[in-house]
């Protein structure tokens, strides 16, 4: 079964460092997501992305973060200068389409601690 | 903006029935969606909601009224491994998908 593929699964890194969170979504998806938990806490919308721009982003993603298609299979979040807060389990999600009924897929998480 | 909320906790025995409610205030409604989540793991899809009424799917249904703002998930004879969070979610008028805080949910014996 196809499946969204994440990497790392654990990044500890220290405060002000930047990370590269990758992603390969199930290969025929053509809408791409990032969705941030934080222990405890709600999963929370960040990005979605299609056709190689931002579809929408929320109040969380600042500049501080940015997304790519580098090449036809990977999906990356890069947070430039990571702060306390931002230690979290980020999940990469896609989907085939947007429109009636369908399943976004979720990655197993890559969990971020910041130090 | 969207505002969507679940009872925290819940607490039911196997080989009952639980229900959990969702209501939602949103931007735009293209779909009610039901996730499953055990601790450390990704969410999982159970269920679609985008008219009004039940949809029923083996132990599992979901029911939605969306001129009231409220969903419910439903399980039927529970068992210990249904031990998760359950998370109500909305699609909203930008087709992206927004989660409530979750409901813990603990089967006991």
């Known amino acids: 079964e196809p499946e969204v593929t994440q990497t790392p699964s654990h990044q500890v890194t220290q405060m002000g460092q930047e990370v590269i969170l990758r992603c390969v979504p199930i290969s025929n998806h053509l809408y791409f997501y990032w969705y941030r938990q934080i222990l405890g806490q709600k999963v929370e919308f960040l990005v979605s992305f299609y056709n190689n721009e931002i579809s929408e982003k929320s109040e969380i993603f600042d500049d501080q973060f940015s997304v790519e298609r580098p090449d036809g299979s990977n999906f990356t979040l890069k947070i430039r200068s990571t702060k306390l807060e931002d230690s979290a389990m980020y999940f990469c999600a896609s989907s085939l389409r947007t429109s009636g009924m369908w399943e976004l897929f979720f990655g197993e998480g890559s969990r971020l601690t910041v130090l | 903006g969207q505002n969507i909320d679940q009872p925290t906790e819940m607490t039911a025995t196997e080989g009952a029935i639980v229900q959990i409610n969702c209501t939602y205030q949103?931007?735009?409604?293209?779909?009610l969606f039901w996730y499953q989540q055990h601790a450390g793991e990704a969410p999982t899809f159970l269920s679609y909601n985008v008219l009004d009424g039940l949809e029923e799917k083996g132990r599992f249904s979901s029911f939605l009224s969306r001129s009231k703002g409220y969903s419910y998930l439903l399980l039927k004879e529970l068992q210990m491994k249904d031990s998760a969070s359950y998370l109500c979610a909305v699609k909203n008028g930008a087709n992206n998908l927004f989660f409530g805080t979750g409901t813990r949910l603990t089967v006991i014996p």
């Open positions: 949103t931007s735009g409604f293209n779909g």
